[in-house]
C-alpha cells in the first residue's frame, strides 16, 4: 500500500488543524483556480465566497487555463482580472473540505473565528481510463480525471 504525507511542513503542531480528500471527481484545472483563489484568506470568509460560487452570484478569476474563456461583469473590479468562470462542483468539494478541517480545529481547542488558510494546494489524481464504443467497431477512449486536495489551517491571533 503506498503511504502518503502532507506536501507541507509544520513546525508548531499545536496550532494548526489539518483536512485532506482524495480522489475528488472534479478536473485538476478547475480545482487549482478555486485553490488559488481561498489561499490566504480566513475561513469564515473562504467558505462564504464558495457558497456565493455555488449561488452563481460571484465568479471565480480563471488565471492559468483561460484559453477562450468569456469576461465576467464585476470580476474586473474586485479581483482585477477579468476572465472568470462558475466551477460549482470543484466549490461544493472545497465547502465541504473547509467544514471538515474546522471540525478538526475544534476538536483541537482552536478558535474557528481565528483560523486562516495557511496552505492548500490540489494535485493530479488518478485517472480512470474507460472506452466509448463507436460505429464501425472503433472505440474513442473516455477518461475521467480526479483531484486530491490538502488544507491547513492556522490559528493566529489580532495583529
Request: aromatic fraction near 8%; avoid cysteine.
Amino acid at each position: 500500500m503506498p503511504t502518503w504525507h502532507y506536501s507541507y511542513k509544520v513546525r508548531d503542531e499545536s496550532k494548526i488543524a489539518k483536512a485532506v480528500q482524495m480522489d475528488i471527481p472534479v478536473s485538476i484545472k478547475d480545482m487549482r483556480e478555486v485553490a488559488a483563489v481561498i489561499r490566504g484568506m480566513k475561513l469564515s470568509e473562504a467558505k462564504e465566497l464558495l457558497q456565493r460560487v455555488i449561488d452563481k452570484k460571484e465568479a471565480i478569476p480563471i488565471k492559468r487555463y483561460k484559453g477562450k474563456q468569456s469576461h465576467r461583469r464585476g470580476l474586473a473590479g474586485k479581483w482585477k482580472w477579468p476572465i472568470g468562470r462558475y466551477p460549482v462542483k470543484a466549490a461544493k468539494y472545497l465547502l465541504r473540505l473547509l467544514e471538515h478541517v474546522e471540525a478538526n480545529a475544534e476538536n483541537k481547542g482552536l478558535d474557528k473565528d481565528k483560523l486562516v488558510i495557511k496552505y492548500i494546494a490540489a494535485h493530479k489524481g488518478m485517472t480512470l481510463k474507460r472506452w466509448m464504443p463507436r460505429a464501425f467497431g472503433r472505440a474513442t477512449p473516455k477518461y475521467r480525471r480526479m483531484s486530491n486536495v490538502e488544507v491547513i489551517v492556522e490559528e493566529v491571533g489580532e495583529k
